[in-house]
């Protein structure tokens, strides 16, 4: 324990050491947040008060976008805050909170993604029992296996973690604080630790990922032998087409980062996979959702032509007070 409370402090890896490119980099990942506030917490808001919308698919789509607003929100505000300061440090306890809600809603993510393509398999394969199988009480059920799992997680990795001692140079060769680069700094025996990111990590991604895939692969072949209609094909494939474009840049992020690098080059594409996996996946998803899908972008369409149009009606009422008042005044 006296190893664990000497370190009081680590020093993050930055992003470039050129002065000149810091503010540029700062102003790209500022935009990029808020793309991902506003996007994700659009959504949040249609998912809630649209009731043409108050189904499964939707359901997880909001609680999607809930976890991209947390999740950038854990390594984007200290990575732009390196950016602007020469001091780079990130307090032990503030370290150890980072890596567990990192692991924590990126499991997540991976396990709701995996819901949601089970989603979309029971919509399209049985459409007629859809509301039986994918009943409320089971989709509130599924989303808090999702969160609990990956919060005890990642409660495993941050405990195990905090524990180690840490002797060599406590400078972390990387960008925010997660358990691989953790354990290089770390003395004294961590083969648990490693065997746990061995083990669990890579199940738990695994598994998930399995699963997404085989919803796909039931999906498709269920459409190729079972429906003629190319209209309900094309439906089909345009509803699945979003998720699995957010599945393929989750997954893609992922293996860049996780997979052992092979050479200098491997390591600057794992650092530059990390920051994409962080920055621009979670401001991107909204925008995947829109685009593809019609439902969603109507309600956006409603959702601002109200607001809009409540504005216009409140200055046009603020113009006529103010003509009404100047009228009254001018005639004694």
């Known amino acids: 324990m006296e190893n664990i409370t000497a370190v009081n402090e680590f020093i993050l890896l930055e992003l470039t050491s050129v002065r ?61 805050s390196t950016l602007l300061s020469t001091r780079r440090t990130i307090s032990f306890l503030g370290c150890i909170m980072q890596l567990h809600f990192f692991h ?22 049985y459409p007629l029992r859809y509301t039986v ?17 990956s919060f005890f997680y ?14 060599h140079s406590l400078k972390l060769n990387y960008f925010f604080c997660d358990v691989k680069p953790l354990l290089e700094l770390a003395c004294g025996d ?22 997404t895939l085989l919803s796909y692969f039931y999906i ?25 474009m957010v599945v393929s840049l989750f997954y893609g992020t992922v293996g860049f980062t996780y997979i052992p ?15 994409t996996h962080t920055t621009v996946t979670p401001a991107l998803n909204p925008l995947i959702y829109t685009l593809r899908n019609k439902e969603v972008a109507l309600a956006l369409r409603r959702l601002f032509g109200r607001k809009l149009k409540k504005v216009t009606d409140n200055t046009r009422r603020s113009q006529n ?12």
């Open 20 to 80: 000149e490119l810091q503010p540029v980099i700062f102003m790209t990942f500022l935009i990029l947040y808020m793309t991902d506030l506003l996007g994700n917490g659009s959504i949040l808001v249609i998912v809630i008060s649209e009731p043409r919308l108050h189904s499964p698919m939707y359901f997880f789509l909001g609680n999607l976008a809930c976890l991209d607003i947390c999740y950038s929100s854990v390594t984007l505000p200290k990575l732009m």
């Open 104 to 125: 924590f809603l990126g499991c997540t993510e991976a396990i709701l993604l995996a819901i949601m393509g089970f989603d979309r398999f029971v919509a399209i394969c």
């Open 133 to 149: 199988i994918m009943s409320p009480q089971v989709c509130v059920l599924l989303a808090a296996v999702a969160w609990l799992t």
């Open 154 to 167: 990642a409660l495993m990795h941050s405990v195990m973690t905090a524990r180690l001692s840490f002797c």
């Open 190 to 211: 961590i083969q648990l630790n490693q065997w746990l990111i061995f083990m669990v990590t890579c199940s738990l991604a695994m598994a998930a990922c399995f699963l």
């Open 220 to 244: 498709i072949g269920f459409l190729l032998l079972k429906s003629q209609n190319c209209g309900v094909l094309r439906k089909a494939l345009t509803t699945c087409g979003s998720h699995f």
């Open 261 to 275: 690098p092979t050479s200098a080059g491997s390591v600057i594409q794992e650092r530059f996979a990390a920051v």
């Open 321 to 332: 007070c103010m003509l009404f008042l100047s009228r009254l005044f001018s005639h004694p």
